[in-house]
């Protein structure tokens, strides 16, 4: 795929998540949007997806390959664990654990805050929870 469809597909990835547009979100990933793509602000249709509290999309991109734990944007955006914790989605943030999320990840490159610590701030007792018993994800080095 050459590199301006691809620029054009994760666009358009990143703003079907945004509006929660799943059967859309499935027709770009089979033609060949990279789940883990960014806009050209950076956006990825993960965090997207996960700020709005969205499990069904978070799932959809991450079976697509979307890397859990690939920081969004900048300023303002991060990790999608954090997104969906500073929100208290539950729901989104146990998919994002469940596909291997790091719950102990700090955002902005390791000097923000947790999604622990996030959804301590909200207050989201029952997102906290689900972070406090959660392992540290082990995956490998790559």
Request: contains cysteine; glycine residues 12%.
């Amino acid at each position: 795929m050459n590199r301006r469809r691809r620029k054009k597909l994760s666009a358009r990835l990143v703003a079907a998540a945004l509006l929660g547009e799943s059967a859309r979100v499935r027709a770009l990933l089979r033609a060949g949007a990279p789940a883990g793509s960014a806009n050209a602000d950076g956006t990825t249709p993960l965090y997207q997806a996960a700020v709005r509290g969205d499990a069904e999309i978070v799932r959809i991109l991450l079976e697509a390959g979307a890397p859990p734990d690939a920081e969004s944007g900048t300023g303002s955006e991060g990790l999608p664990l954090c997104g969906a914790a500073c929100w208290g989605y539950t729901e989104t943030v146990r998919a994002l654990l469940d596909h291997g999320a790091d719950p102990h990840l700090r955002e902005d490159h390791g000097t923000g805050l947790t999604a622990l610590a996030w959804a301590e701030k909200g207050p989201h007792p029952e997102t906290a929870a689900l972070l406090r018993a959660a392992p540290r994800a082990s995956r490998s080095a790559g």
